[in-house]
């Protein structure tokens, strides 16, 4: 299947890159450790956990023109971490993407090209030592919000039966949020009758906030907003990846 590179987003905490990046690519490598025993003269192999990282180029013209210099240069080499996500085939009912949970930017590439413009790259390999790694999710919601409810959820073609990861990356707020409310719900039924609440969270500034999720999560996923914090509206999107179905 193709998919129009113009239908990708890359966010970046709560920054939105994908007006200023000219190419992204998610790079996933699977890692071996080899190792030889006495009275065998072959080399075994343990298989490790894979090794992950996003790796974008992109565009900017000078000071306040885009974000993209400005961001990276505040996540280089960040001891706290940040949430990366690539969306692929956002123009697609269901876009998929990959979650970098907690990444450092761990190079800073600016060059002078042509004419007046200026490139800035940057690579988010996953932090080491928080037990953090690569989710595969889908996108259960991206747009603003204007109004409490729940938004139309999505269906993952089976349910979950351990958990996964929520991730709302909030990248605008009209006006003032105090404490804005949401939650991810699913139903094992599509006109979500029997929908019961999978997490919550609540936030006040744009950013990444993470909903972790337990036990069994339905089939049919949905965002609610149950309230607005006080602002007029917010822009997010909500990428969920459930273990045994997307991871």
Not at 24 to 41: H, K, P, S, T, W
Not at 100 to 115: E, H, M, R, V
Not at 213 to 226: A, E, I, M
Request: aromatic share 8%.
């Amino acid at each position: 299947m193709t998919i129009k590179a113009c239908n990708t987003r890359i966010l970046v905490g709560g920054v939105d890159l994908s007006g200023d990046t000219n190419t992204v690519a998610v790079n996933i490598q699977g890692r071996v450790l080899e190792y030889g025993v006495l009275q065998d003269c072959d080399t075994r192999k343990l298989a490790l956990s894979p090794q992950a990282s996003i790796e974008h180029n992109g565009y900017y013209s000078g000071p306040g023109a885009s974000a993209i210099e400005g961001t990276l240069y505040s996540y280089l080499a960040s001891t706290t971490g940040v949430h990366v996500a690539v969306i692929y085939d956002t123009a697609a009912t269901i876009p998929f993407a990959y979650v970098q949970d907690t990444a450092y930017n761990s190079k800073l590439n600016i060059a002078a090209q042509a004419g007046q413009l200026i490139t800035c790259a940057g690579m988010w390999p996953t932090l080491t030592g928080t037990g953090a790694q690569m989710y595969r999710c889908y996108q259960v919601y991206g747009g603003v919000i204007s109004a409490t409810g729940a938004q139309t959820g999505i269906d993952f073609g089976a349910a979950g039966t351990d958990g996964g990861r929520a991730y709302i990356f909030v990248t605008t707020i009209t006006g003032t949020a105090t404490n804005a409310a949401v939650k991810l719900q699913s139903d094992s039924n599509a006109d979500h009758s029997t929908t019961v609440d999978e997490g919550n969270t609540t936030f006040s500034a744009v950013g990444c906030y993470e909903i972790a999720l337990s036990g069994t999560v339905n089939r049919y996923v949905r965002f609610n907003c149950t309230s607005l914090g006080g602002a007029t509206d917010f822009t997010a999107y909500v990428l969920v990846g459930l273990s045994g179905v997307t991871v």
